[in-house]
């Protein structure tokens, strides 16, 4: 049972949120459940949808985002967003199911998208507080600096979706995912 409700539509979400959950749902076809929760704030939805659309934009590509994503969710625990990023990462990204494990476990099959996932997972675990050795090693993979900052930014932006979908139990509206246990 969620925590905090679900508006069960766009009509029945605050005033000043319809016209961003609009504008979701002439994007991706549906609303998902996570922005009608984050539409309880409109504030928070505005907030969410401008960084996420900024990103975007950004240097990384889907692919990386995605990776990115299911692992900071996997290192978070979050179910929902598991969920959603593993359709995504198959749909959207054309991510294949062993990558998207790989990923998960803070690796891939590709050098330096594995230098990605394993800093997000560093950044994840050490709360930014990463060493000069691992920011030497993404760099390494190929990385500069803007690239950094990104994975910095999509690790926030992810944990940011992951403690709102978990403090609030979101009801998932994908096939579902379940974190695995921590090693």
């Given amino acids: 049972m969620t925590r905090i409700p679900t508006p069960t539509s766009i009509d029945t979400s605050p005033a000043a949120s319809r016209p961003l959950l609009e504008a979701v749902q002439k ?12 539409g309880n704030s409109p504030a928070g939805l505005e907030g969410y949808l401008g960084l996420n659309g900024a990103l975007g934009k950004g240097a990384l590509d889907v692919k ?3 990776r990115i994503a299911l ?6 625990g979050c179910d ?4 959603a990023h593993t359709y995504l990462g198959k749909n959207l990204a054309r991510l294949e199911d062993a990558e ?4 998960r476990d803070a690796t891939s099959a590709d050098p330096k998208a594995a230098a990605a ?3 997000a997972a560093q950044v994840v675990r050490a709360r930014g507080h990463v ?3 691992e920011l030497a090693a993404v760099r390494a993979a190929g990385y500069g600096d803007a690239e950094i900052v990104e994975i910095v930014l999509h690790v926030a ?6 403690y709102i979908n978990t403090v609030a139990a979101t009801e998932i509206d994908f096939p579902a995912v379940t974190a695995r246990s921590a090693k």
């Fill in 117 to 119: 996932v394993r800093f």
């Fill in 131 to 133: 060493g000069d050795a």
């Fill in 64 to 66: 990386t985002r995605n």
């Fill in 71 to 76: 692992v900071v969710a996997q290192e978070n």
């Fill in 100 to 103: 998207m494990s790989l990923n």
């Fill in 157 to 162: 932006l992810n944990t940011l979706t992951n």
């Fill in 27 to 38: 994007q991706l076809g549906s609303v998902p459940n996570l922005f009608r929760v984050v």
């Fill in 80 to 83: 929902y967003c598991l969920s």
